[in-house]
Nanobody
């Protein structure tokens, strides 16, 4: 089973950029659909972006489309989230999640493996 560890969070000014990484363990990493979710303060966790096992298919929430880019390097067992033009409303704990099935799903219940999360804070 894949285990996930996120890194790359921090404090950034509005308009700035951050790149999050999610390192996975296990030989089956490339067969997992991977997604990023986030949980803003006082709110429920929400889908941000997803990527297929091969990396050929990606899907984004409307709120981040055009600003965030998800990618993966299966040779390194790592998924990335490049976040540009950050806004204060992007402030949240960001989680990566894996599901060993095909298809990018936006519901968190569809994912069986989760990382511990990394904090992103965007100041205005």
């Amino acid at each position: 089973q894949v285990q996930l560890i996120e890194s790359g969070g921090g404090l950034v000014q509005a308009g700035g950029s951050l790149r999050l990484s999610c390192a996975g363990s296990g030989r089956t990493f490339s067969s997992n659909t991977m997604s990023w979710f986030r949980q803003p303060p006082g709110k429920e966790r929400e889908f941000v972006a997803g990527i297929s096992g091969t990396g050929r298919i990606t899907y984004y929430a409307d709120s981040v489309k055009g600003r965030f880019t998800i990618s993966r390097d299966n040779a390194k067992n790592t998924v990335y989230l490049q976040m540009n033009n950050l806004k204060p409303e992007d402030t949240a704990i960001y989680y990566c999640a894996a599901r060993p099935q095909l298809g990018i799903m936006t519901m968190e219940a569809s994912y069986s493996i989760w990382g511990q999360g990394t904090q992103v804070t965007v100041s205005s």
